[in-house]
């Protein structure tokens, strides 16, 4: 069995991770991985990038998001206890795009 970190964070993701996209792909690369995924929360600005460096490296690059939604219900000052997350991946193949909801 592979194992593959789904929760990823570059420096795109706004406050959240200093992480850079190849400091991320040399970690993997280090590790022995064959795969990472790169999942910035509510951008994907990143991911063209990610995409080719991952590629260069001869890791298989897996594309995402996690979207964070805030209940409606939370007022916005503790919107952080509120929110809802959810990560949407896919790997490429070829020509096709494989989809999975995690």
Do not use: W
């Not at 990472?36 to 998001?65: C, E, H, R």
């Not at 919107?79 to 795009?97: E, F, M, Q, Y």
Request: glycine share 6%.
């Amino acid at each position: 069995m592979t194992f593959t970190q789904f929760q990823v964070h570059s420096s795109y993701s706004l406050l959240n991770s200093p992480q850079t996209l190849p400091g991320i792909i040399q970690a993997a690369k280090t590790r022995g991985y064959s795969r990472v995924a790169l999942t910035d929360t509510n951008v994907v600005s990143g991911l063209v990038d990610f995409y080719t460096q991952a590629k260069q490296a001869d890791i298989m690059p897996i594309l995402g998001m996690t979207m964070q939604l805030a209940d409606e219900n939370v007022p916005i000052d503790s919107r952080d206890d509120g929110r809802l997350s959810s990560i949407i991946a896919a790997v490429i193949t070829g020509d096709a795009a494989s989809r999975c909801d995690v």
